[in-house]
């Protein structure tokens, strides 16, 4: 087995924490992954891995180690690509990031109007509502809501999200439109616990934080369903402005108390800089940065009632 391949293995066994894992992510035998590892344990003359019966972690060798193996497969994976010509020319396999909701309604549109533009690019998009560690993951390309963690990133902001109230007119026209956040008490709430607190809501008064506890009748495990709920008339919710907006444009929902809304959060296409950026990286985040940086419900202006 040859060093670059042992260093492959010894990266899969630090990140899945297991052999058995690492040996189905490299399809291969566990047996096989231990040899690797007892191996160049032994060439180095150091335990790069604790095991015990129930848990494996790295040694501090083992830590410094892991980080020198990543730079090396890097650089050997961008001497490679440099010698394929996919510095010059868009082409492999992209790997894309995105919260589910938006990458897909604004998102996946986009990506596939950028195949048909590269035919020698292939994609793999993780649509997923978690902060993907992008060096860990193998991703390319990032769209991040929020403001980032990550050192070392490279990010183009495309536009911006608001933290918005929203009802159908019909349940406003009912119970009426609350002019002050602490109204929200007595009202009708259904929330989501996939991106948002359930116990209470953050707004901005006077140009300070303004919290309100808040008591939801029904509590849904996806935004769409907390968005379709108010839709239909059964209550109030609150979600992000991208969500809602082709509801709001069409009249289904309506926006309130948005002179208490806490400040936009941006929306932005992040990648890595390291080095040179192959043709792949650079032409999607620059289609991908074009087209969102278009999009209205990006780019929200507030809506008034008149």
Known sequence: MDRFHEMQVFVTVAEEEGFAAAAR??????????????????????????????SLHLTEAGQRYLD??????AELEEAEDAAAGSYSIPCGQLTVTAPVLFGELYVAPVLGAYLEQFPLVNINALL???????????????????????????????????????????YLDQHGRPQHPAQLRDARLVTSSASQRVSEWTFAEGGQPLTVAIEPRLVVTANNAAINLAR???????VL??????????GELEIVLEDFEPAALPIQVVFHPRGRVPAKVHTFVDFLSQQLGQDVALNPTRQRRG
């Open 25 to 54: 992510r490299l399809n291969t035998s566990p047996p096989s992954v231990t040899r690797a590892i007892a191996a160049m344990e032994a060439r180095i003359g150091t335990q790069l891995l604790a095991r015990t019966t129930r």
């Open 241 to 250: 402005s991208y969500q809602v907006a082709a509801a709001v444009a069409a």
């Open 232 to 238: 239909l008339g059964w209550g109030m919710t609150r």
């Open 68 to 73: 020198d193996c990543r730079r090396i497969l």
């Open 128 to 170: 997923v509502d978690r902060v993907v560690n992008m060096t860990d993951e193998g991703v390319d390309v990032a769209v991040r809501i929020g403001h980032l963690h990550e050192p070392d990133q490279q990010a183009i902001k495309v536009g911006e999200v608001r933290r918005v109230v929203c009802a159908s007119p019909g």
